[in-house]
């Protein structure tokens, strides 16, 4: 994925409005859907993400949710509960989870802002690369076991093979 940066440096900026101006920056569509919050849509690798972002000031707290088009069937839920935790024991920042409601799958990170609760350019882009990236990394292995039929951990490994050599 390569981000662009708007044309004008900024300055730190509240969080969902800083957010909205790097995805305008990259022509990605996105609404405010109140005051503190934004929902828009990236491409990513191998599906469209609905990326979220959730300010709380109180807690001066931005919550990023990438959500992958995928919706895990109760027959499956199982075995995608099992590939989640396996999944997140590779993840240093953020997490995968099922909601409870509907099954959808989705990435979640929160960023700690400090006492100005006021985001970056450059911690904008790193955090909604990051939440594609982890998306588009794990996304085969959520496929393989919701239709493949695979087991989580052989679908987990199938989905990290690296490639040998050079295309």
């Not at 900026?13 to 995805?23: I, K």
């Not at 000031?57 to 919550?63: G, I, K, T, Y």
């Not at 990023?64 to 088009?69: F, R």
Request: charged residues 25%; proline residues 5%.
């Amino acid at each position: 994925m390569n981000i662009s940066e708007p044309t004008e440096q900024l300055e730190d900026a509240a969080p969902v409005d800083m957010l909205a101006q790097l995805f305008e920056a990259n022509g990605w569509p996105c609404e405010f859907i109140g005051e503190d919050e934004l929902s828009g849509e990236i491409q990513g690798s191998w599906t469209k993400y609905q990326l979220r972002c959730i300010w709380r000031a109180e807690d001066r707290v931005l919550q990023l949710l990438c959500l992958p088009e995928i919706r895990v069937p109760d027959a499956k839920r199982r075995p995608a509960h099992e590939l989640v935790a396996l999944v997140n024991e590779q993840l240093w920042l953020g997490h995968f989870d099922i909601w409870s409601n509907g099954g959808v799958l989705l990435y979640r990170h929160g960023l700690m802002l400090g006492e100005e609760g006021l985001l970056s350019l450059n911690m904008a882009q790193l955090a909604v690369e990051t939440a594609v990236a982890e998306c588009d990394r794990f996304y085969p292995a959520f496929q393989f076991v919701l239709w493949g039929d695979k087991r989580p951990k052989e679908a987990l490994e199938a989905a990290l093979v690296d490639p040998a050599g050079e295309a």
